[in-house]
């Protein structure tokens, strides 16, 4: 199957300052990628809809201001988490799938992101 | 939008033991999956499911659309198997945005 990758898997980071978290489809294009988040012991909410070459789609609720979406290229997405917070502490995934027909998804490995 | 809704919640097992995982969906969907999210969070790709049935060694899933529901089958479970499953689905418009369900946290003691 296709894989996607994501980096960093793991990031502790201070209040007030930024990360940034790469999402990389590396043997397929992607038009469009997905940002979840899941907090512990709940399922995963999805915060955004990546597009490549135009401005990110949020989900009700989610501060695009907070969460800055890039998509610059076929094969990579990146969020950036402005400001943070550790309310903001969390599991970060993406997802992506093949172009062109309904097939399954694939996801990253995930990001665990811990402000403090 | 679609909801996604998982039964049951928690699960508990002997080793060797069969079990049942439900998904309900409250629209027509897309696309389907079922996942198995490991320890360290990744989601593993069980099935790829949007209707009709398939099997995978112990496991097996099928998708009866037109009744807006889909079953994961785990026969002879091991303790590998724990860990918490996940079916995602998205709606016919098109979005191919995946809403997830709340989950099963499966349990196997050996």
């Known amino acids: 199957g296709a894989v996607v990758s994501q980096h960093p898997s793991r990031v502790i980071c201070k209040s007030g300052t930024s990360v940034k978290i790469e999402c990389r489809s590396l043997?397929?294009?992607?038009?469009?990628m997905f940002w979840y988040r899941q907090f512990p012991k709940q399922s995963l909410m999805l915060m955004a809809t990546?597009?490549?070459?135009?401005?990110?789609?949020?989900e009700q609720g989610v501060e695009k201001d907070k969460f800055l979406i890039n998509h610059a290229s076929l094969t990579l997405s990146t969020l950036t988490v402005t400001s943070a917070h550790p309310e903001d502490s969390s599991f970060y995934i993406c997802s992506a799938r093949v172009e062109g027909r309904n097939t399954e998804a694939f996801f990253g490995q995930g990001t665990r992101l811990t402000v403090v | 939008g679609i909801q996604v809704e998982q039964s049951p919640p928690d699960l508990i097992l002997q080793e060797g033991a069969n079990s049942t995982l439900r998904c309900n969906f409250s629209?027509?969907?897309?696309?389907l999956q079922w996942f198995h999210q490991n320890p360290w969070g990744q989601l593993i790709n069980l099935f790829y499911i949007p209707s009709g049935t398939k099997q995978n060694g112990r496991l097996s899933a099928t998708t009866v659309a037109t009744e807006r529901y889909s079953l994961l089958y785990i026969s002879s479970s091991q303790t590998t198997d724990s860990g918490v499953y996940f079916c995602?689905?998205?709606?016919?418009?098109?979005?191919?945005?995946?809403?997830f369900g709340t989950g099963t946290r499966l349990k196997v003691l050996a």
């Open positions: 629209d027509s969907v897309n696309n």
């Open positions: 990546s597009n490549e070459g135009s401005k990110a789609t949020y």
């Open positions: 043997d397929f294009q992607a038009t469009t």
């Open positions: 995602a689905a998205d709606t016919t418009s098109g979005t191919y945005k995946y809403i």
